[in-house]
């Protein structure tokens, strides 16, 4: 394990977008396309900011990357609330990514229970398509991109 420490905003930034740039060359490289799931809250903004610049824009295979959410709250996607909200104006939205890469959780869904089982579903399908990709069972993601809440929960899960 390695531990990356910053002492700014830029520098995590820029530290965070040649890491994730890093790991998506070498796992396109390996097997032609990678997966990113996403976090929302304040951790990650600047990171998504700077991968929306023009250097990492196209330094970054888009059309091979599979994008996906950690967690996601219960609200409509256009509602600054949402994870994918915040990941759609600060990145996605910057870069030439085919929206059938996007696999979001519908967080405007009425019954939260039914869009967890549909996102765990569409999932399963995506990674068991593509050899390799499910270990006992749980989809392998090449990265989580994980933030930590003030009160230390990530990916809306509690201490």
Request: hydrophobic share 40%.
């Amino acid at each position: 394990m390695e531990v990356i420490r910053c002492n700014n905003l830029t520098s995590m930034a820029d530290d965070g977008a040649r890491f994730i740039s890093d790991i998506s060359q070498r796992e396109i490289r390996s097997k032609g396309w990678w997966s990113l799931a996403l976090c929302g809250g304040t951790t990650p903004r600047h990171v998504y900011e700077r991968l929306s610049r023009l250097d990492y824009a196209h330094a970054l295979a888009w059309s091979a990357t599979h994008v996906f959410w950690g967690d996601e709250r219960c609200v409509p996607p256009t509602d600054a609330a949402s994870n994918y909200c915040t990941a759609w104006e600060l990145l996605l939205s910057r870069v030439v990514i085919p929206v059938e890469n996007l696999h979001r959780i519908r967080g405007e869904c009425p019954l939260p229970e039914d869009e967890a089982r549909r996102y765990e579903e569409e999932m399963r399908d995506f990674f068991s398509a593509r050899a390799g990709s499910i270990v006992g069972g749980f989809p392998v993601f090449d990265l989580i991109v994980l933030g930590l809440g003030r009160d230390g929960h990530t990916a809306s899960l509690f201490p």
